[in-house]
């Protein structure tokens, strides 16, 4: 749902969106979702012209990405996650050499994951 502002209050409205001085993307995406502005340029107007904004802008830097390093042998690293299904949860242990996937069914939410990894485990799906 969208709130249309009235003329009045929009530029009271636009000076506390950009009070934490989000990029102009951000500012656009939180107008998008909660107001309806007739024009978008007058966000990145005031994006622009700020100087705590273009301060904050310039010296954001792009993190490097840092992958992973391939494991040498089977479960030498192990990636698990929780998923849902029509209400029932699982544990889900992927072994990240052989892409062998393990999953358990959790029947309780007081289910142990450390009870669920160790019994895969003891099923024979970390056998080093």
């Given at each position: 749902?969208?709130?249309?502002?009235?003329?009045?209050?929009?530029s009271r409205l636009l000076?506390?969106?950009?009070?934490?001085?989000?990029?102009?993307?951000?500012?656009?995406?939180?107008?998008?979702?909660?107001?309806?502005?007739?024009?978008?340029?007058?966000?990145?107007?005031?994006?622009?012209?700020?100087?705590v904004c273009q301060a904050?802008?310039?010296?954001?830097?792009?993190?490097?990405?840092?992958?992973?390093?391939?494991?040498?042998?089977?479960?030498?690293?192990?990636?698990?996650?929780?998923?849902?299904?029509?209400?029932?949860?699982?544990?889900?242990?992927?072994?990240?050499?052989?892409?062998?996937?393990?999953?358990?069914?959790?029947?309780?939410?007081?289910?142990?994951?450390?009870?669920?990894?160790?019994?895969?485990?003891?099923?024979?799906?970390?056998?080093?």
């Open positions: 749902m969208q709130v249309t502002v009235l003329l009045s209050l929009r000076q506390e969106l950009q009070e934490e001085h989000p990029s102009i993307a951000a500012m656009k995406a939180i107008n998008r979702s909660y107001i309806w502005w007739p024009n978008l340029r007058r966000v990145e107007l005031m994006a622009q012209s700020c100087d904050v802008q310039k010296a954001s830097v792009a993190a490097l990405l840092c992958p992973w390093s391939w494991p040498t042998r089977v479960w030498q690293r192990v990636d698990i996650d929780f998923a849902e299904k029509d209400g029932k949860h699982f544990l889900v242990m992927i072994d990240s050499h052989s892409k062998w996937i393990q999953v358990a069914h959790m029947i309780s939410a007081l289910t142990s994951y450390k009870d669920m990894v160790y019994s895969i485990w003891s099923f024979g799906g970390g056998c080093l």
